[in-house]
Each structure stands twice: as C-alpha cells, then as structure tokens.
C-alpha cells in the first residue's frame, strides 16, 4: 500500500535556527497538507498546497514557515527561525481530493525539538 | 465549521463492540462526517465517512440518524491494538481537517 514518508523521524534544533522538514507524498496525489500536534495536544492544520502554490493556511502558519515542492516528488515545510514553541510533532498529509472523499493521508511525522 | 463533542475517554475489553457517538448539533447541509484514528506518535489514519444513514467497511460501521446531529462510530470486536485516540470530524469534502480532542479507547485484556 502506498504510503506518505517523512525524513528526518526526529531533529533537535536550537531557538532562531532554521530547519527544513521533509515530506513524499503519494505519487499520484495532488493535495499536500502540513498539520501539527504540539505534545498531549489536538491536531493543528497549517497549509494546504496544490498547483504549487498554497491554497489555504492557518493563523498559525506565519512569516516564520514556508513550503515548497521542489521537485516531482518532495513537500518541505522551512521553518526560517524556529521558536521554542515550534516544538511539536509536523505530520505531512497528501489526498487525491476527488470530492468524492475528505481521506487524507498522513507520514508518520517528524518530531521537531527546540532547546 | 460544526462544532464536535466526543467523550473525552472510553474504556472497553477486547472482544467487545465499542460504540462512540459524537455530537454535532450545527451540521450544515454540505458537512460530511468522517472519523480518524490516531496510534501515539503516529500520524491520523482515516477510519470511515459517512452523510446519512448507515455505511460500513471492514474496519467500522457508522450509524447516522436522520437529522444529522450525531453519529455513532462502532468498532466491532476490539482488541488490544484498537487502542488509540477516534477523532470525529464535520466538514465539507476537499477541506482542511479540523481535529477535536477525540475520544481515547483503551481496550484492556
């Protein structure tokens, strides 16, 4: 079964650092979504992105954080200069988004740590 | 977006049906309702979607009432691997995924 991956699994960072998270989505989706869950909390969306360019985003997705699809494959989410309360596991999700189903697909996340 | 309310937590033994009903009083005609299921430090997995009545697949059935203002997600025989947080989630298809605090299931032996 085809399925979302995320690299690095788990990156320590220091305050005002900039980090790049790095995303697969499935091959034949068009939709990329970045979410996140700070510890013992919900689930938070961030972006959505299709056509290569961002076609929805959350308050919480500021000047500090960017996507991009570099390449036929890859989503990143950069964050310019990570805060301590960036701290958080970041999920990636793709869809095929047919409008036939609200199924997204999640990596398995990338737990982003600021000291 | 239609405001959820899931119990916060639900406890049940492996082989029984677990039955989880969230409330969504403010449906819109257009809201879908789809649950997910989250494993700790794993990513949500989508369980099953529904608009009215009643759908099944081969790991949940999810009964809605005619008026829409909840539904109930139904795990039959759990077991320990069932463990996890089943959000709820009301929306229009082709959306941003709005999570709840969800409903923690612990299926003990």
């Known amino acids: 079964e085809p399925e979302v991956t995320q690299t690095p699994s788990h990156q320590v960072t220091q305050m005002g650092q900039e980090v790049i998270l790095r995303c697969v989505p499935i091959?034949?989706?068009?939709?990329f979504y970045w979410y996140r869950q700070i510890l013992g909390q919900k689930v938070e969306f961030l972006v959505s992105f299709y056509n290569n360019e961002i076609s929805e985003k959350s308050e919480i997705f500021d000047d500090q954080f960017s996507v991009e699809r570099p390449d036929g494959s890859n989503f990143t989410l950069k964050i310019r200069s990570t805060k301590l309360e960036d701290s958080a596991m970041y999920f990636c999700?793709?869809?095929?988004?047919?409008?036939?189903?609200?199924?997204?697909?999640f990596g398995p996340g990338t737990r982003l740590t600021v000291t | 977006l239609a405001k959820t309310t899931q119990p916060i937590s639900m406890d049940s033994y492996e082989g029984q049906e677990v039955n989880i009903t969230c409330s969504h009083n403010?449906?819109?005609?257009?809201?879908?309702i789809t649950w997910y299921q989250q494993f700790p430090s794993q990513g949500p997995r989508f369980i099953i979607q529904?608009?009215?009545t009643k759908v099944t697949n081969e790991v949940a059935s999810l009964f809605i009432p005619a008026d829409r203002k909840s539904s109930t997600l139904s795990l039959p025989r759990v077991s320990l691997s069932d463990t996890a947080v089943y959000y709820c989630l009301v929306g229009p298809l082709g959306n941003k995924l709005t999570f709840g605090g969800g409903t923690r299931v612990l299926v003990k032996p």
């Open positions: 091959s034949n989706h068009l939709y």
């Open positions: 403010n449906i819109a005609t257009n809201d879908y």
């Open positions: 999700a793709s869809s095929e988004r047919d409008y036939q189903s609200y199924e997204q697909y």
């Open positions: 529904g608009y009215k």
